[in-house]
């Protein structure tokens, strides 16, 4: 099947400082990559899904100024975490697709920390 | 709105049958997944079903759905300790798997 990786996979940063998490498709052009943030017990909530060459559309409560995203082309997405606080530590999941799949493909995750 | 349910928790004994069970609220839903997440690891797409099927088996895998009831689960034969993990149960309304929405997942343990 197709391969999504992301880096890095783990992550610690300092409070106040930005991090920047980048997802790639490796044998495959993604036009649609989507931005999942995983909380305990509450599962994957959707961030925000980019298409390649526009503005990723962000799902509402999620800032955008916040968490920048940029799907600069058709194997690369990027998430930064700008000014980080602790409570964005966690588990940041990528996934994408393209115009020929049914269905997408996961990365393999990045843990955040923010001490 | 959309809501998608799964108990939190399940345990097994290895070499029994699990079965995971999911409801849904949306009625248009047209693809149901199933994903496996194993410890820090992202997710794997374990199989999925089309609205219009009510049964698919996969090896050691069943998914059964009742559209009337909106229920949809996930059974596993032999459960192994490699199946330990978070199973996730995911509903997409359009044809290109997009558009998820995610129940929150059950934790297997399967004890020796």
């Known amino acids: 099947g197709a391969v999504v990786s992301q880096h890095p996979s783990r992550v610690i940063c300092k409070s106040g400082t930005s991090v920047k998490i980048e997802c790639r498709s490796l044998d495959f052009q993604a036009t649609t990559m989507f931005w999942y943030r995983q909380f305990p017990k509450k599962s994957l909530m959707l961030m925000a899904t980019s298409n390649e060459g526009s503005k990723a559309t962000y799902e509402q409560g999620v800032e955008k100024d916040k968490f920048l995203i940029n799907h600069a082309s058709l194997t690369l997405s990027t998430l930064t975490v700008t000014s980080a606080h602790p409570e964005d530590s966690s588990f940041y999941i990528c996934?994408?697709?393209?115009?020929?799949?049914?269905?997408?493909?996961f990365g393999p995750g990045t843990r955040l920390t923010v001490t | 709105g959309e809501d998608v349910e799964q108990s939190l928790f399940l345990s097994v004994r290895e070499g029994d049958s699990s079965v995971i069970n999911c409801t849904y609220t949306?009625?248009?839903?047209?693809?149901l997944y199933w994903y496996k997440q194993e410890p820090g690891a992202g997710l794997q797409l374990l199989t999925y079903i089309f609205s219009n099927m009510d049964m698919k088996q996969d090896q050691r895998l069943t998914v059964l759905l009742n559209k009337k009831d909106k229920h949809l689960s996930l059974r596993i034969a032999d459960t192994q300790t490699g199946d330990s993990a978070i199973y996730f149960c995911?509903?997409?309304?359009?044809?290109?798997?997009?558009?998820?929405?995610f129940g929150p997942g059950t934790r297997l343990s399967v004890l020796p």
């Open positions: 949306d009625s248009s839903s047209t693809y």
């Open positions: 996934s994408a697709t393209s115009d020929e799949a049914y269905e997408q493909y």
């Open positions: 995911a509903e997409s309304k359009d044809n290109y798997g997009q558009n998820f929405v």
